[in-house]
C-alpha cells in the first residue's frame, strides 16, 4: 500500500507573485479552495511502485502526447534510475517529466481510489508561503551554494513551510500542473494567475511550469515566487514532483 503524507491547506485568499521578478510581475492575491499538499516530493520508492506495475506499459495513464513522448523515448523508468547519487529509497525522484508525472498521479487515483493531481502553480507557492506571504528561511534550502551535489533525503524535516510541507525550496524543482506557452521561451500564461484562461488544461505539448529550485540551482531560484518552466518531455537529476488533491 502506498502512503502519502498530506498536510490541509484551507481556503482563503493568498498571496503570490513578487513585482521583482519579470515572470512573476504583478504580486496579487489569488482565492484558493482547500486542498492538500504532499508533505514531500514523491520518493523513489513511490514511484517503484508505479514502475513495478507496469505504468510504463498501459496508455491509459499517459494520454495522447504522453504516450507518443514514451513510446518515442522508449522509456522504462525514469532517468538516473540506476543512478547511485540520486536512487535511494527516501530520496526524491529526478528525471521525470511532466508526462510521467502527470502519468503517476492517474496511476495512483486508481491505485487509491483518490483523486491525487499536480498541484496548480498557484496552490504550489500558496503553500509554501502562506496567507502571510512568507516563506522557510533560506538557510535552510538545498541548493548549489550548499555544495551537496545532490538531492537529500525527503526524511531531512528541518526545511518545512507555514503548513508542514518540506522542501518546497530548495532540493529539486517540483512540476505543477500549469501552462507556460508552446514553447519554454515565451510566456504565453502571464500574471495575474487565472485558472479559468486555459493554463490548466492537460491536454497538449505546452511548456509547463516547475516551481522550488534545486541543489543544482542557485538560491535565488528557489525563491518561492519564482516561476521556472521546461517543455513537458524533459527530465533532468534536479527535477522531480509533488503530489496534491483537492479537498471536500
Known amino acids: ?116 493531481r499536480l498541484p496548480t502553480e498557484a496552490e504550489w507557492e500558496a503553500a509554501a508561503r502562506g496567507m502571510d506571504g512568507d516563506a522557510p528561511s533560506p538557510r535552510l534550502y538545498n541548493t548549489a551554494e550548499r555544495g551537496l551535489g545532490r538531492p537529500w533525503p525527503v526524511t531531512k524535516p528541518s526545511n518545512r513551510s507555514w503548513c508542514g510541507a518540506s522542501d518546497l525550496c530548495g532540493n529539486v524543482w517540483e512540476w505543477c500542473s500549469s501552462r507556460w506557452g508552446h514553447n519554454w521561451q515565451t510566456m504565453e500564461y502571464a500574471y495575474p494567475y487565472d485558472a479559468g484562461d486555459g493554463r490548466e488544461n492537460l491536454s497538449g505539448s505546452f511548456a509547463r511550469v516547475m516551481r522550488g529550485g534545486s541543489w543544482f540551482d542557485p538560491l535565488k531560484e528557489a525563491n518561492p515566487a519564482n516561476r521556472g518552466r521546461y517543455l513537458p518531455g524533459s527530465r533532468g537529476s534536479n527535477i522531480g514532483f509533488r503530489l496534491a488533491r483537492g479537498l471536500v
Open 1 to 116: 500500500m502506498i502512503e502519502i503524507e498530506v498536510c490541509e491547506v484551507p481556503a482563503g485568499e493568498y498571496p503570490i507573485g513578487d513585482n521583482t521578478l519579470s515572470a512573476s510581475r504583478p504580486a496579487h492575491v489569488v482565492h484558493l479552495e482547500a486542498f492538500a499538499i504532499g508533505l514531500t516530493p514523491v520518493t523513489n520508492t513511490q514511484f517503484a511502485a508505479f514502475v513495478e506495475a507496469g505504468g510504463y506499459d498501459s496508455p491509459v495513464y499517459w494520454g495522447e502526447m504522453g504516450w507518443r513522448w514514451l513510446r518515442g523515448q522508449g522509456a522504462r523508468q525514469p532517468d538516473f534510475w540506476h543512478d547511485r547519487r540520486f536512487n535511494a529509497p527516501d530520496q526524491p525522484v529526478v528525471g521525470v517529466c511532466w508526462y510521467e508525472a502527470l502519468a503517476y498521479t492517474i496511476w495512483l487515483g486508481g491505485v487509491t481510489g483518490l483523486p491525487w
